[in-house]
């Protein structure tokens, strides 16, 4: 059995952890949270133990996931690697490359896995989208775009921005991780910012260029002062496009041929990833998900940001 300490009892804590009540080597162990109310809740459901306070576990648990508010993942994640411990942390791994760096050294040193939270990865969805586009049926890509457009969420601390990191990178991350999933690595950004909501920190409303390796070039566009809530994304080839949003259908045009829809099969993303993890850390396995690659995915919404601050393009 593998002992699991949940840390972060709040909306994204909650989610992990109905998933991982129903993975059958898990022993749930420990739920914190600063917020005492929040982790007996979550001890109860779920038979274990409630804390406050997360370095009270480090004894009692081989495994931790961070579910906190970002501003705190660098030194939890270290603390708990330094204890041996391995480490499932949700996105964005930090919020600043400096700690991703400090957190994948822990990971290295301590020998322990370290997996941090892009769950659109495990989704059937984002594989189709990268074998049509491995397997030329676009053809040489062009372009790309995707928009996630929304009202604020409600959680305070979103809104702050030495807090969260913002919206680019607290939300809209799990929109550029997916573009680099399936395109390669982004090689320069500029960008463009605004605020527009009363009582928040961060910039609400961004758009983003993005070159890639690849030649590609790109677009993203987010914001959280919008009516209506959408997520849009699509890439362009000489041979074709393909649209989608976040999940679900597929649909793709190509020159001189009719349209192809694709319904790759849905499935719970939050229960694969959290037991990909579980089983690799049972297997003595490998995360299929390098954190360089987090890190990578930090990097283009932190330069995004950086770009729209100073006029200037930014080289990752």
Request: proline fraction near 3%; glycine fraction near 10%.
């Amino acid at each position: 059995m593998v002992r699991v300490g949940l840390i972060g009892c709040g909306i994204i804590g909650t989610v992990h952890a109905a998933r991982l009540a129903q993975i059958e080597n898990v022993d749930f162990v420990a739920a914190v949270d600063i917020i005492p109310e929040r982790a007996e809740k979550i001890a109860q459901e779920h038979g274990a133990r409630a804390f406050t306070d997360y370095t009270d576990i480090l004894d009692l648990v081989d495994v931790v996931w961070v579910c906190t508010p970002p501003d705190t993942h660098r030194d939890i994640t270290v603390t708990c690697l330094s204890a041996d411990l391995h480490v499932f942390c949700e996105k964005p791994m930090a919020l600043s490359l400096a700690e991703a760096d400090d957190m994948i050294a822990a990971a290295k040193s301590s020998g322990k896995l370290l997996g941090i939270g892009y769950c659109l990865r495990f989704l059937p969805w984002a594989d189709k989208c990268r074998q049509l586009v491995a397997d030329g049926e676009l053809g040489e890509i062009s372009m790309a775009w995707i928009a996630r457009m929304s009202d604020m969420p409600g959680t305070d601390w979103l809104g702050i921005q030495e807090r969260s990191g913002g919206m680019l990178t607290e939300q809209t991350t799990h929109n550029i991780d997916w573009l680099r999933y399936v395109l390669g690595d982004v090689t320069k950004v500029h960008g463009m910012a605004k605020t527009v909501l009363p009582n928040v920190t961060i910039a609400d409303n961004v758009v983003g260029l993005l070159e890639f390796a690849n030649g590609a070039i790109g677009q993203l566009m987010a914001s959280w002062s919008c009516a209506a809530n959408w997520i849009d994304s699509g890439i362009v080839g000489t041979k074709g496009v393909l649209r989608t949003g976040q999940g679900g259908k597929i649909t793709v045009d190509r020159f001189g041929e009719e349209t192809q829809v694709y319904e790759p099969e849905s499935l719970d993303m939050y229960l694969v990833q959290d037991q990909a993890f579980i089983d690799a850390i049972s297997n003595g396995g490998t995360w299929p998900m390098d954190p360089e690659e987090a890190k990578k995915s930090l990097a283009v919404s932190l330069g995004v940001l950086e770009a729209a601050k100073t006029g200037q393009p930014v080289t990752l």
